[in-house]
């Protein structure tokens, strides 16, 4: 059976409803980030602040190739992952890639209270929300599935994917 990649923007939710898809599917959970925190021993905030963004993509990378020698996974990935053709390469080779999608202002939402994402650390996030998501609306929507998550819970969003799933020929859950 083929992976299950989870790819969106920071706050659509994609850790939460991997867990969920986890659960409903008995298969393992794996989040890129944090095997990336695991590997470095520092947070994805301390890499950013320490070494720069590069060095963060370049890890990304790596990682997104190891995990997706596996089989049978739950994949999460960072919001960023899809803006490198070599990642959605991997990634599509060994899985279905699933796109979740929210708006701007459910994303301010749904990520303020935390520090941890340094890309959304200025002065006007909203604005740099509609600003990425704008450079990466076009990534994001090469993936295989499309899911909106306004309003859903993260099992509603997963159940709705193994239900896509079951409808695309690729997939046999
Ligand atoms: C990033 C998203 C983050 C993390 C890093 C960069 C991005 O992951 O990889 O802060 O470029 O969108 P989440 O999407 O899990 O927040």
Same mark, same amino acid.
């Given at each position: &059976?083929?992976?299950?990649v989870l ?6 939710g ?35 602040? %320490? ?17 997706? #020698?596996?089989?049978? /996974? ?7 992952? /899809?803006? #490198?053709? %070599? ?15 929210a ?6 939402? %749904?990520?303020?209270? +935390? ?6 650390? /200025? ?13 990466? &609306? ?14 859903? +819970?993260?099992? %509603? ?11 695309l ?5």
């Amino acid at each position: &059976m083929k992976n299950i990649v989870l790819t969106g923007f920071m706050g659509t939710g994609k850790t939460e409803v991997g867990r969920e898809l986890a659960k409903i599917t008995g298969l393992k959970f794996v989040d890129i980030d944090s095997e990336i925190e695991k590997a470095e021993a520092m947070t994805v905030a301390e890499i950013f602040r %320490r070494f720069g963004e590069q060095r963060f993509r370049a890890a990304e990378t790596e990682m997104i190739e190891r995990i997706s #020698r596996q089989q049978n /996974v739950i994949i999460s990935t960072g919001g960023g992952a /899809v803006m #490198r053709q %070599r990642n959605m390469d991997v990634l599509k080779k060994t899985g279905i890639v699933v796109c979740l999608t929210a708006t701007p202002e459910t994303i301010l939402r %749904r990520t303020s209270g +935390t520090n941890e994402r340094p890309l959304l650390q /200025v002065e006007n996030p909203l604005d740099k929300i509609r600003e990425l998501l704008m450079l990466r &609306m076009h990534f994001y929507a090469l993936s295989d599935i499309v899911i909106d998550t306004e309003e859903k +819970t993260p099992l %509603r969003v997963a159940e709705e994917i193994v239900d896509k799933i079951r409808h695309l020929d690729a997939g046999e859950i």
